[in-house]
């Protein structure tokens, strides 16, 4: 399959607002996506924590892919807040599961 021709969508994930993680996740985000692609998925609060925007990071492995930024569809939803969805951080109820699916049309 051409890249150029993959339609992708990035579902409900927990939004760059809500997903706060510790500086111990920066280094692998630099090896595989370079010094700038890496800081610019990070934001650095007051505690000393960060703020991580997985979506962009997917974004970027998509096109880094071949797959032209076009054909990438963004759910717009935030398991954190929405309240449309489960979520270990918003939710903290380690009994309820969420299934994300992919396939090849």
């Keep these: 399959t051409d890249p150029a021709d993959i339609l992708a969508a990035i579902g409900p994930c927990i939004c760059r607002d809500c997903y706060e ?3 111990d996740l920066i280094p692998p985000f ?3 996506f370079g010094e700038s692609a ?3 998925f990070f934001t650095a609060k007051d505690n000393g924590k960060y703020l991580l ?4 990071a997917v ?5 880094l892919a071949g797959v032209h930024e076009r054909n990438i569809e963004d759910s717009g939803y935030c398991t954190c807040h929405s309240g449309k969805f489960y979520s270990w951080r918003g939710d903290k ?3 309820v599961r969420m299934l994300t699916a992919i396939w090849l049309i």
């Design 38 to 40: 890496a800081g610019s």
């Design 93 to 95: 109820d380690p009994s």
């Design 53 to 56: 925007d997985l979506k962009a």
């Design 30 to 32: 630099r090896e595989s």
């Design 21 to 23: 993680v510790s500086e």
């Design 59 to 63: 974004k970027k492995t998509l096109t």
